[in-house]
């Protein structure tokens, strides 16, 4: 089973090519780990998974399908869930901002209440209902993007370098929140620069630079490749494939 | 000097002792202009969010036209719609000239550019993020438009309030559709016009006073709501 499919994806912005003939597909119940540099288009290419920004060729298909207009994509949008890279709180308090894409769907009160207390007790934010949402610190306001992205049960969940700014302790944290949700099924898309990271989290990963896949399968793979492009990223992430290969055994070690 | 003085005490006393006269030409422009704000808004809170929502030719053209009609003489507007309503005009069947409805219309016209124009940069105001975060969770494209509105709600209502104040204090609409008709279209701006030529200061000055603390509170409201 696919989730979601990219099939010979280019997108172009503003007249520059950002992302260059993607093919990636999500089977559904892994977790996919993108890592590439910053600028590699890691975030333009969560955006086109949840169908935000349209490929200007290729296609994606949701669940097997592509959908063909605007109404059928906010239809697949609708089972996407996905915490970008700096979340951006809306106005109200924590509760508002939870229970905002219920309450898009139209769901009742109580089970709006019932799934915004369940997925705040799941980021450990039990209680922080009535704050308001846009004083909140950081890793507060990831964990409130995560819950609010977990409260419409998605069966995508799209996470872009979810500890990219976070401390840290707050990075552990948040870590072991995506592999809760992967424990129970969630498919999910991780991007991160942070290698170890991937390696941690990710069944499988896909190197991308420059807008193109440079390559992908398992971190052990990877790890042995001896693709140019593979090297010059290790390098580009300021390791060489020794240290890669030292922090690869290292997240084993640590998990 | 002494005249002038006397006058300030004066009207001081009539806006205390609550003149009948004060009070009606206060209450009138006031229902007046909160009718004609608030039909004004209800067209152009929703055109702004249109405007500013899709791209299409002419798209900045059609907001500096907007933003140049800010500041548009009022007997301009007066003028404009007096020809739309007098008897020869295309509305001139339905008798609107020289009444409080003619005068809503003109005040509605002459606010449209300011709570227009500055609708849409309440709304440009808003970061992308915001939008995208909307759509993500999967607002449709109405609900993503309601949801920048509810961001932009101070900036947007100091439009309105803006709307309000320039409706409150304009004269020309007034004089030359409203008529200046004692106990049916006089407000507090051709009021004061009108007792000022009579030489009645106390009444002028009484109703200048209230109209400026209503400027007054205005601003101030405005101001707040900025950064609300
Ligand atoms: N709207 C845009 N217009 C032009 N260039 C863009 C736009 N959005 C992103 N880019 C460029 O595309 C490249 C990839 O960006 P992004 O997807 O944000 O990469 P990453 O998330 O991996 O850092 C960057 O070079 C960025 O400057
Ligand atoms: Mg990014």
């Given at each position: 089973?696919?989730t979601i ?19 990636i597909e999500v089977r559904t119940g892994e977790t996919l780990g993108i890592i ?10 969560l955006?086109?998974m ?31 869930g ?72 998605p069966?995508l969940l799209l996470l872009?370098?979810p ?12 870590e072991e929140l995506i592999s809760r949700a992967k424990m129970r099924g969630m498919t999910t898309v991780v991007s991160t620069?942070?290698?170890?990271q991937a390696v941690r989290l990710a069944d499988r990963i896909v ?9 992908s399968?398992s971190a ?31 997240a084993?070690?640590?998990h | ?228």
């Amino acid at each position: 089973m696919r989730t979601i499919q990219l099939e010979g994806v280019s997108i172009e912005k503003n007249g520059r090519q950002i992302l260059t003939d993607i093919n990636i597909e999500v089977r559904t119940g892994e977790t996919l780990g993108i890592i590439g540099p910053t600028g590699a288009g890691k975030t333009t290419l969560l955006r086109v998974m949840d169908l935000i920004d349209l490929p200007s060729k290729g296609r994606v298909l949701f669940k097997g399908e592509a959908p063909k207009n605007e109404g059928e994509r906010l239809a697949a949008r609708r089972r996407i869930g996905v915490v970008f890279q700096r979340p951006v709180m809306l106005r109200g308090t924590v509760y508002d901002n939870v229970a905002y894409g219920l309450r898009i769907r139209r769901l009742s009160k109580d089970e709006i209440d019932e799934r915004v207390e369940a997925a705040l007790s799941d980021v450990g934010l039990k209680g922080y209902e009535r704050r308001p949402a846009k004083v909140l610190s950081g890793g507060e306001m990831q964990r409130v993007a995560l819950a609010r992205a977990l409260a419409i049960s998605p069966e995508l969940l799209l996470l872009d370098e979810p500890t990219a700014n976070l401390d840290p302790r707050t990075s552990y944290v948040i870590e072991e929140l995506i592999s809760r949700a992967k424990m129970r099924g969630m498919t999910t898309v991780v991007s991160t620069h942070d290698l170890p990271q991937a390696v941690r989290l990710a069944d499988r990963i896909v190197i991308i630079m420059d807008g193109r896949v440079v390559s992908s399968g398992s971190a052990d793979l990877l790890l042995n490749s001896d693709s140019d492009d593979v090297r010059a990223f290790l390098h580009a992430g300021m390791l060489r494939p020794v240290d890669w290969r030292f922090i690869h055994e290292f997240a084993r070690v640590s998990h | 000097m002494d005249e002038i003085a006397r006058g300030f005490i004066r009207a001081v006393e009539l806006i205390i002792e609550l003149n009948p006269e004060v009070i009606e030409v206060t209450l009138r422009s006031f229902l007046i202009a909160l009718t004609s704000v608030t039909i004004a808004s209800l067209i152009n809170v929703p055109l702004g969010s249109l405007i500013h929502f899709h791209h299409f030719p002419g798209r900045s053209g059609l907001i500096n036209l907007i933003q140049t009609l800010y500041s548009i003489p009022t007997v301009t507007v007066g003028l404009f719609v007096f020809l739309l309503i007098s008897r020869e005009g295309p509305l001139g069947g339905y008798g609107l000239l020289y009444t409080p409805y003619g005068m809503i219309i003109g005040q509605t016209v002459l606010i449209t550019p300011v709570i227009l124009g500055l609708t849409i940069s309440a709304l440009s105001s808003v970061s992308e993020d915001i939008r995208d975060t909307a759509v993500s969770l999967g607002a449709d494209r109405f609900q993503t438009m309601w949801t920048v509105i509810v961001e932009a709600r101070g900036p947007v209502l100091a439009a309105v309030l803006l709307g309000f104040g320039r409706a409150l204090s304009e004269v020309g609409v007034a004089m030359m559709i409203g008529g200046n008709i004692r106990g049916y279209t006089r407000v507090l701006t051709t009021a004061i016009a009108l007792e000022t030529s009579m030489g009645n200061l106390e009444i002028s000055i009484a109703l200048g006073l209230i109209l400026i603390s209503i400027a007054l509170v205005v601003n101030t409201v405005v101001g707040r709501l900025q950064g609300w």
